[in-house]
């Protein structure tokens, strides 16, 4: 008797779930802010690593850097 249960119990979340429709996205990305990273340790994507070095960040991109010691891998 609980195997008939469990089987119409699946199957009408079956049903329920075929005819789900997902809520439309309410995502707003926040507006960029002009950020100033001192004196940090930057490694990139090859590899490198810029010790002691100051980055502006504007509007989502990196405009100029600063480095502090001299350049090491």
Do not use: H, V
């Not at 329920?16 to 990273?37: H, R, V």
């Amino acid at each position: 008797m609980k195997k008939i249960y469990i089987l119409i119990s699946i199957i009408s979340f079956t049903l329920e779930a075929t005819n789900f429709e997902p809520y439309e996205s309410t995502y707003e990305p926040l507006p960029y802010t002009n950020t100033i990273l001192k004196n940090a340790n930057i490694y990139d994507g090859d590899g490198n690593e810029f010790l002691e070095t100051d980055i502006i960040i504007q509007n989502g991109k990196i405009i100029c850097n600063w480095q502090r010691s001299s350049w090491s891998r």
